[in-house]
Every structure is written in structure tokens, then in C-alpha cells.
């Protein structure tokens, strides 16, 4: 069965960074696009970022662009999410997530998540 | 990017049916047929349970059915388990490489 754990959450202060790592295990991680989600307290579901299976494209939510930045490592089957400029607004449960399934756009099985919270 | 609209709320008793609308607009629902339905328990991760609009994974119930209309779509549950009981959220392509998730919607087996 497919496994992604992610790692790397915790508390930082407004305009500091934080990066996100997820283990990805029991599947050809090397083969599929691979997805961030974030998920803010008692909120709604928000899709941060994508990058494809061998890392040449990358695309971003709007209000996270030129702040954050998506990558994989194919030879550690890891994926990243590199988080600059923090806002309080970026408080939440980030997800990593598999697109398996041929589509780009579902999220086909999900990490357990790792709480960011952005506060002074 | 607006999130997608999702009543906040669902109810009904064991045995009967719920539907869920999840309504956007001609860029991104109506736009395409890739909609998606996931489903989340509290403190848990969302599990995908339906795709393409009304295409099932293997493992998900039968129970649980998709479609779509204009820039509206709707995930049904028939036959109400108590484990049914979650949130629910829709998710649609939205183009320029983007997606966009709905508001989300709380199921409760009454």
C-alpha cells in the first residue's frame, strides 16, 4: 500500500522559512506527479502545489507563488516544499499527495500531514 | 481561484440517501469533467472516492455515485451508513494549470 510521511512541520515566526519534506514509499514514486495540500484550522481543503514526475514543471496556488517552491528528489523518493516569507495566513495542515491515476488533478492517496503554524 | 460552492451541511437516517451539490462556474466545473470527491473523517487524511466525475477507485462502496451538470456537480450516498459520517469536499480542474477544492460539507448519520 502506498506511503507518504511527512516531516518537518512546527512553529515559526511571520516572515521566516520552513521546508516540508515527505517520504514516499511502496510505489514507483519516480513515475508520478506529486501534489501539496494544505488545510488551515477547522478550514476547507486548498491545493498548493504540483510538480511533475521528473521535476521539469512546477505550478503554484496564486498566493503562494514566488514564496514557495515545490521539488522532488527521484533518488531518495522524497518530495519538498520549501516555504519562504511565511504569513500567518499559511497556518495548517499541509498534505502531500499522489497523482496516480493518469490525471494530474486527483489526489489519489494522501500523507498524514504536518502542522505549520506561522505565528509571532 | 474561488473555492468551489458546497452546502455546509447534509443529514439523513441510516438506509436513506444524501446529495451533495458542489457548484463553480464555466471555467472550472463547467469547464471540464474532472471533478473528484473526497472523503475526510475528523483528524484523518481525505480519502479519494470518486473521480472523473462519477468513476469509482477500487475499494469505494457503490453507494457512492457522481455527477455533473453545467457548472454543477453532486456526489450522492445512498443506503446511509453511520460510517459515512464525514466531511466531504469536491475538487474540480480549474485550467492554467490550477485546481480548486469546494467549501466542503459535513455529513451526519442522523
Known amino acids: 500500500q502506498v506511503q507518504l510521511v511527512e516531516s518537518g512541520g512546527g512553529v515559526v515566526q511571520p516572515g521566516r522559512s520552513l521546508r516540508l519534506s515527505c517520504a514516499a514509499s511502496?510505489?514507483?514514486?519516480?513515475?508520478?506527479?506529486m501534489h501539496w495540500v494544505r488545510q488551515a484550522p477547522g478550514k476547507g481543503l486548498e491545493w498548493v502545489a504540483i510538480?511533475?514526475?521528473?521535476?521539469?514543471?512546477?505550478f503554484y496556488l496564486d498566493s503562494v507563488r514566488g514564496r514557495f517552491t515545490i521539488s522532488r528528489d527521484n533518488s531518495k523518493n522524497t518530495l519538498y516544499l520549501q516555504m519562504n516569507s511565511l504569513r500567518t495566513e499559511d497556518t495548517a495542515v499541509y498534505y502531500c499527495?499522489?497523482?496516480?491515476?493518469?490525471?494530474?488533478?486527483?489526489?489519489?492517496?494522501w500523507g498524514q500531514g504536518a502542522l505549520v503554524t506561522v505565528s509571532s | 481561484q474561488s473555492a468551489l460552492t458546497q452546502p455546509p451541511s447534509a443529514s439523513g437516517s441510516p438506509g436513506q440517501s444524501v446529495t451533495i451539490s458542489c457548484t463553480g462556474t464555466?471555467?472550472?466545473?463547467?469547464?471540464?469533467?474532472?471533478v473528484s470527491w473526497y472523503q475526510q473523517h475528523p483528524g484523518k487524511a481525505p480519502k479519494l472516492m470518486i473521480y472523473?466525475?462519477?468513476k469509482r477507485p477500487s475499494g469505494v462502496p457503490d453507494r457512492f455515485s457522481g455527477s455533473k451538470s453545467g457548472s454543477t456537480a453532486s456526489l450522492s450516498v445512498s443506503g446511509l451508513q453511520a460510517e459515512d459520517e464525514a466531511d466531504y469536499y469536491c475538487?474540480?480542474?480549474?485550467?492554467?494549470?490550477?485546481?480548486?477544492f469546494g467549501t466542503g460539507t459535513k455529513v451526519t448519520v442522523l
Open positions: 475538487s474540480s480542474f480549474a485550467g492554467s494549470n490550477s485546481c480548486v
Open positions: 510538480i511533475s514526475n521528473d521535476g521539469t514543471n512546477e
Open positions: 511502496r510505489f514507483t514514486f519516480s513515475a508520478y506527479p
Open positions: 499527495a499522489t497523482a496516480m491515476s493518469g490525471n494530474w488533478w486527483y489526489f489519489d492517496y
Open positions: 472523473d466525475v462519477n
Open positions: 464555466s471555467s472550472d466545473v463547467g469547464a471540464y469533467n474532472f
